[in-house]
C-alpha cells in the first residue's frame, strides 16, 4: 500500500503541500500512515520532468501538486492534500 505524491518546482501550491509534509515521514522508507500506507514523493525540477513523471504513472491528465492514494483516489487541491496528509499522520 504506497500513497504517491508529486510535486513540481515553482508551483505554489506544492509549496503550501511541502511546508505541511512531516519530513521524517518523507525520508523514513519504514515509516506507515494511519491505515498502514507507505509515502512517496516524487519531486521534478523541470516542467518536462513533471509531465515525464505523471505520465510514467498513468496520470497524464493531472497537474501538481497530486496526491495518488493507495486506495485509488487521486486528490489535487493543495488544501485536500494536506487534510489528507495530517488525517494520515504524514504532516508535521
Known sequence: MVDRLFLSKDCPDCAIVRAELNMSA???????????QE???????????????????????EVTPFLKTHDGHGLQKAKNIVRYLRESGMSV
Open 26 to 36: 518523507v525520508m523514513d522508507d519504514d515509516f506507515r500512515g494511519t491505515d498502514g
Open 39 to 61: 509515502l512517496m514523493v516524487f519531486s521534478a525540477l523541470s516542467n518536462a520532468a513533471t509531465r515525464e513523471l505523471l505520465n510514467t504513472f498513468g496520470l497524464r491528465d
